[in-house]
């Protein structure tokens, strides 16, 4: 069952900023055989990954709750990072529907730190989502009070230490300071979770994973088994 979409009620607008290579680099870099596998850039949604300016560009919709989005992350993920993206002919961005705060905790810490680090963070979350989903289903009334009561920030930590997460991106490098200074970064949150719904609203989206091709919503399409072969077809 594909899983549906949602956003953090009541969160506002805000905005975070791109960076791309000058087509100068581009086009050296992929005289030379260069590898855009390591090429990563912030955009207003997400991270995208690779050649900024490729000609095929695939998007992801995804969900750190979403079983499936876990499988996609699984099956999918590393064939992208090594067969299709670096050759620069192809970029991937994952973007986040945000459906509640336990999504919002998980966003907040792949984003935490330079745009470079983010496909570590994203694979060490998805990578033990079995885990701390497990832990998530099987918290008590106490834990669930921490979760929804006092600071937004305070909330997160509160899922953060409860899920685990804390000792997943400590295997990232992150101490405790520094993953706590990006669960209270509220201004970050707001800005994920109206570009969400702005995201969801756009492209009529309905499920994660959900896939655009070249800006064209790819229906039916929530597996890397149904999205390879057009892939394949696009280049």
């Known amino acids: 069952m594909i899983r549906k979409t949602g956003i953090l009620a009541g969160l506002l607008a805000a905005a975070t900023g791109t960076f791309a290579l000058g087509a100068s680099a581009q086009d050296r870099a992929i005289e030379k055989g260069g590898n855009w596998g390591s090429m990563v850039t912030a955009t207003n949604g997400g991270h995208l990954l690779g050649n900024p300016e490729a000609r095929t560009r695939l998007v992801e919709f995804m969900s750190y709750t979403c079983s499936h989005c876990a499988t996609f992350t699984r099956e999918g993920d590393a064939a992208l990072k090594m067969l299709y993206v670096p050759r620069g002919k192809m970029s991937f961005e994952i973007r986040h529907l945000v459906r509640d705060p336990v999504d919002m905790t998980a966003v907040l810490l792949t984003h935490c730190g330079a745009a470079q680090k983010f496909p570590g963070n994203h694979e060490a979350i998805m990578s033990r989502h079995n885990e701390w989903m497990e832990k998530a289903r099987s918290t008590t009334q106490a834990q669930r009070a921490r979760w929804q009561f006092g600071s ?60 655009l091709l070249n800006g064209e919503l790819l229906d039916g399409t929530h597996g890397w088994k149904a999205l390879q072969p057009q892939l394949d077809e696009a280049l």
């Open 152 to 211: 937004m920030g305070a909330r997160f930590q509160a899922i953060a230490s409860d899920l685990d997460f804390y000792e997943i991106m400590e295997t990232r490098g992150y101490s405790r300071i520094e993953a706590d200074k990006c669960l209270t970064d509220e201004a970050k949150a707001e800005a994920l979770a109206e570009q969400s719904r702005a995201d969801i609203e756009a492209h009529e989206l309905r499920g994660t994973p959900s896939f």
